[in-house]
């Protein structure tokens, strides 16, 4: 079983900057596809970002050119780094990990884009 955690959401203003985290336990870690996923009040979940094992990186449209997901296998952590925020960015972001067919979610961290 994988249980991933994230943090690192809050509340920034247009323009600003979020590093949000997703720490996994188990030991597969380096073997999983992580994603970053986000779903704002009345619309659907959809992906963001996702590294694969082999560190092959996709983004969504919306937030190529300022995301950047990574992941330090050592630690057992994902990152996405958010850069030049607007409030079209606010939504929970929920961790995803995905191995053969399981798949795991995180409990998802609130981002706020405001002024």
């Known amino acids: 079983q994988v249980q991933l955690v994230e943090s690192g959401g809050g509340l920034v203003q247009p323009g600003g900057s979020l590093r949000l985290s997703c720490a996994a336990s188990?030991?597969?870690?380096?073997?999983?596809?992580m994603g970053w996923y986000r779903q704002a009040p009345g619309k659907q979940r959809y992906l963001v970002a996702i590294?694969?094992?082999?560190?092959?990186?996709n983004y969504a449209d919306s937030v190529k050119g300022r995301f950047t997901i990574s992941r330090d296998n050592a630690k057992k952590t994902v990152y996405l780094q958010m850069n030049s925020l607007t409030p079209e960015d606010t939504a929970v972001y929920y961790c995803n990990a995905v191995w053969y067919r399981d798949t795991y979610w995180g409990r998802g961290t609130q981002v706020t884009v405001s002024s």
């Open positions: 590294i694969t094992s082999g560190s092959s990186i």
């Open positions: 188990g030991s597969i870690f380096r073997l999983m596809s």
